[in-house]
């Protein structure tokens, strides 16, 4: 056995172990031990540590690693189940497994070479802040500005105050995969990208990228179902919207490089989209689908190009708020100004869009009745535009309305450089019951029924911003009041030819306007307001302080207005009996109307008036400055006076029983000043029972009807009205019944000089009304028979008329001349008696001395006649005795005349006498008197004063 010693073992580890060549062995094998363990155990622990240590540290984020495995031999890095917390928990981003395979050719190139990278199971939770930030580019602002600031006892990263988060956006299930990678100039490698969003919805990217000497990435992106509720947070900055759902489809070569930052060529769907309003439930817009084809979309350029476009049922809707504020307003957040320097705009082409079946939906809450209509089966289209050219593009537009009607409109549009716009516009049955709510705004009305037609060119441009020249035409048009069943207007057919409108010049022209069967109503209740100005609304007045408006007036030209069949119901329950009639068949028109014509518009009108009545209406007048200068002539025609009753019992105090009635009223202004003539013709006419009226006139309105009614039971009245219309105390009607006033007072106040006239010549009024009578005697005079003969005609002219006759006497005057006639008739009987014959016996005369002084002493019987004749003889100084037999006649016949005895009875007589003299001239004589026995009628005797002779003063009645 051999001995070991120290000699032995150190010469045996000189020999195999410590020489040259076993110690590079030796080092080789640590060497390798060593990678060995630093590349499979040491750099897993580091690299894990360093990251998690990096993300808390300085990021104040978790980061969590499963495991990490590293092949210093076959250089790969396999990385599993990492998952990155954002600062407040939520997690950020997590994959289940990463693989980079890094070819041992990047060691000798110094560049990366990547046979193979996968990314298998990754997912992305990304979210948008009110601030704009999002979690993804607040983490990367941080790795830039690392370390963070620190503040506080631990040193606490500050970070700035984070607002709410919106809605969250998902990325699950992302692969990743890159081949033969090289980085190095001009080397591109096969790349693919796929994902799912955890809303829905799917992508996948398969390409080409290179990274130097420039980023080009090249390859076809495919999008299926991806759910645009993800972009709400992005929209929400310009809108407060909300998106309840939709889904992007897209297909086409996406590219990003030197030439171009972004390029996209293919096509794009989006399905049904919702999109409403943020705060509340209410949809703003959605469709059923929108396809794009043909999209050529080139940033670098500026331009988007897309072939076709197709929107299938759309729909829309606008909401106006009571403040006139609308909903898409309310929606849009104002956007910090962007300066336009710089500022490219994009050239989009489109070959040609399409929409069909679309709905818009309109809610006006701004009006007094709140409004609301729909625009269904929208279509329309529009061909060959181009942001960038000077050209119109062929469009139309058409659609059907809820409550009625239809619309077509078809042109060409131009938008750039300047709006301009050319079409055909076809309007068919547009219910005008979509007015109503608008109409309202300035009258309490409700549009029961009614349709707009419409045709013609529609024009807006740079030379004028709008302007059409068509036809148009309103039928059945219905208006009402709001709060009752009451009609306003209406007519069957309003139809204008031509229609020019031009916006720019301010000009408004159009041809003859024809209505037919027009009607309205005008109701005047009992505190004489109409229905007319109930119906308006008061409108707020200006501010004082707005600025003046400099806007020019419209220049309005009409060809005319033609009328055909119209109705005019009016009522007026005001008066005291409350009054109703009907104009109907109403036609004619009006000519030419124009602000700047000289001539005025010429009016011809007519119509029936209730059941047998016409009605005229002729002249002419400037419509925009009646009161400059106007001729207005109005007849009527066979008018029934008893309707009129509630307008005349203001005046007369009594019923209208019968009559018809012409009035031929004819006005004349000129700068305001009214220069009216009145002529009234009133048939038959006849006054029924009494109706008290404060206002009534207290005339004697009978006797006025038979002072002016004529042989024909004809009443014709002139009443002139002057004044001026621009005086505020002048009113027409207060101002025609004072002239009618005047009139009549006059006639009451003189009958007698009315019927002169009525028989000409020279006759003397107060002739005509006086018989003088001679005392004590009851025979008319010759020069009394002419003008009772004048007064006989003048009756026969006035059939309604009768006259009263009073039985006058004198006693002053008849007395004595009774006494004398009946003193003289008993001296003649005596003489009869005695058979004396005397040829014209007078109590005076000498050949009666004898009967007198026997009639004297039989009345006288204790008087002697020596006695009265001593008293008429005188007996001077030597002369004879001288006897006075005149004087003695004379006396005698005086105490023979007085001693006659006249009662008054006898003098009643007398007067009535006297008045049956008259009546009886004034009948005439004959089986047919001239007038009737009933019209001349006795009065009661009266004791009157003479001044020479008894005067007999006729009275007039009415018959």
Not at 93 to 104: G, K, M, Q, S
Not at 180 to 190: K, R
Not at 635 to 662: C, H, K, S
Not at 676 to 696: I, T
């Amino acid at each position: 056995m051999k001995t070991i010693t120290a000699r032995s073992v150190w010469s045996y580890l000189r020999e195999y172990w410590l020489n040259l060549r076993r110690i590079r062995f030796w080092l080789v094998i640590i060497v390798a031990t060593l990678y060995t363990l630093v590349g499979f155990l040491v750099l897993p622990w580091v690299a894990t540590n360093f990251a998690v240590n990096l993300a808390e540290d300085d990021l104040g984020r978790d980061l969590r690693i499963e495991a990490v495995h590293t092949n210093p031999f076959t250089l790969t890095v396999e990385v599993e189940d990492l998952a990155l917390d954002d600062v407040d928990g939520q997690e950020l981003i997590t994959f289940e497994r990463l693989f980079v395979d890094l070819a041992w050719s990047s060691l000798f190139k110094w560049s990366a070479v990547i046979p193979t990278a996968r990314l298998e199971g990754a997912r992305l939770h990304e979210e948008q802040f009110d601030s704009g930030q999002t979690r993804l580019t607040r983490l990367l602002s941080e790795l830039q500005r690392r370390p963070l600031a620190r503040t506080g006892p631990e040193g606490a990263i500050i970070r700035p105050e984070q607002s709410g988060p919106t809605v969250p956006i998902a990325l699950e299930d992302i692969e990743f995969s890159l081949d033969d990678f090289i980085y190095a100039d001009d080397a591109a490698a096969p790349v693919q990208v796929s994902g799912r969003f955890e809303l829905g919805g799917e992508f996948a990217f398969d390409g080409e990228v290179q990274l130097l000497p420039e980023l080009d990435l090249a390859g076809t992106l495919d999008v299926d179902g991806l759910a645009l509720p993800l972009v709400e947070p992005f929209a929400q900055r310009f809108a407060r919207v909300r998106v309840d759902s939709g889904s992007l489809s897209a297909e086409g070569e996406l590219s990003s490089g030197p030439a171009d930052p972004l390029t996209y060529a293919g096509s794009a769907r989006i399905d049904a989209l919702d999109i409403g309003e943020r705060d509340d439930d209410k949809d703003v817009v959605a469709w059923h689908a929108l396809a794009i084809d043909g999209i050529d979309f080139r940033l670098g350029e500026r331009l988007l190009e897309m072939s076709t476009i197709r929107l299938d049922q759309p729909s829309a809707r606008v909401f106006i708020a009571e403040d006139r504020s609308t909903n898409l307003g309310e929606l849009l957040i104002e956007q910090p100004a962007v300066p336009e320097e710089g500022v490219e705009s994009f050239d989009i082409v489109v070959g040609e869009a399409r929409l069909n079946g679309g709905v818009l939906a309109l809610t006006d809450r701004s009006l007094p009745l709140p409004s609301g209509t729909r625009v269904r089966e929208l279509s329309g289209g529009i061909s060959g535009y181009s942001s960038g050219q000077e050209k119109p593009s062929p469009f139309q537009v058409s659609g059907r309305f809820d409550l009625g009607g239809e619309f077509a409109f078809d042109g060409e549009v131009q938008l750039l450089p300047e709006l301009d716009l050319a079409a055909t516009l076809d309007v068919d049955g547009l219910a005008l019951a979509l007015a109503e709510p608008f109409a309202q705004r300035f009258a309490r009305v409700r549009v029961d029924s009614g349709s707009l037609s419409a045709e013609g060119e529609v024009h807006s441009g740079p030379g004028d911003p709008l302007t059409y020249a068509g036809s148009a035409r309103i039928d059945a048009l219905d208006i009402g009041e709001r709060d009752n069943d009451e009609d306003v207007v209406g007519w069957q057919a309003l139809a204008i030819d031509e229609i020019d409108f031009r916006l720019g010049e301010r000009v408004l022209e159009l041809s003859v306007i024809r209505i037919d069967q027009p009607s309205a109503r005008v109701f005047i209740a009992e505190d004489r307001s109409t229905n007319l100005g109930d119906l308006l609304v008061e409108q707020p007045a200006a501010p004082e302080t707005a600025p003046a408006d400099d806007t020019e007036p419209f220049d309005i030209v009409i060809g005319g207005v033609r009328l055909d069949g119209g109705v005019l119901a009016f009522t007026d329950r005001s008066l005291p009996l409350p009054f109703a009639t009907r104009v109907h068949q109403l036609k004619g028109g009006i000519s030419r109307l124009s602000p700047g014509l000289e001539e005025p518009a010429r009016v011809d009108l007519e119509g029936q008036v209730a059941d047998y009545g016409q009605a005229r209406i002729n002249g002419e007048l400037n419509p925009w400055n009646p009161l400059r200068r106007a001729r207005i002539d109005l007849v009527f025609e066979n008018l029934d006076v008893p309707e009129l009753t509630p307008y005349a019992v203001q005046f007369t105090g009594r019923r209208i029983a019968t009559g018809r009635m012409d009035l031929d009223l004819g006005y004349e202004l000129e700068d305001g000043r009214l220069d009216a003539s009145n002529h009234m013709v009133l048939r038959d006419l006849g006054l029924g029972e009494r109706f008290e009226h404060p206002a009534a006139t207290n005339l004697p309105l009978s006797l006025l009807i038979a002072l002016l009614k004529d042989s024909d039971g004809v009443i014709r009245v002139d009443i002139p009205v002057q004044g001026n219309v621009n005086d505020p105390e002048f009113s027409f009607g207060p101002a025609i019944r004072q002239a009618l006033t005047d009139i009549l007072q006059g006639i009451i106040s003189s009958p007698f000089s009315l019927l002169a006239s009525l028989v000409g010549g020279d006759a003397d009024p107060d002739e005509l009304a006086k018989v003088a009578f001679p005392p004590g005697s009851s025979e008319v005079a010759p020069a009394q028979r002419e003008d009772l003969n004048l007064l006989r005609a003048a009756l026969d002219k006035r059939p309604a008329l009768a006259i009263e006759l009073p039985a006058p006497y004198a006693p002053d005057v008849d007395r004595p001349a009774l006494q004398r006639q009946r003193a003289r008739a008993a001296m003649v009987e005596r003489l009869d008696q005695a058979g004396i014959d005397v040829a014209n016996p007078s109590l005076e005369a000498a050949e009666t001395s004898d009967t007198v002084e026997a009639m004297f002493t039989d009345r006288y019987p204790q008087r002697a006649l020596a006695d009265v004749r001593e008293r008429f003889t005188t007996a001077a100084e030597d002369e004879a005795p001288k006897f006075d037999a005149t004087a003695y006649r004379e006396y005698l016949a005086t105490e023979v005349t007085t001693a006659q005895t006249v009662t008054d009875e006898d003098l009643e007589a007398l007067g009535q006498a006297r008045a049956d003299a008259v009546r009886n001239f004034i009948l005439g004589k004959g089986d047919r008197p001239a007038i009737e026995p009933d019209r001349v009628g006795w009065m009661a005797p009266i004791e009157v004063e003479a001044n020479g002779a008894v005067v007999l003063e006729i009275a007039l009645a009415a018959d």
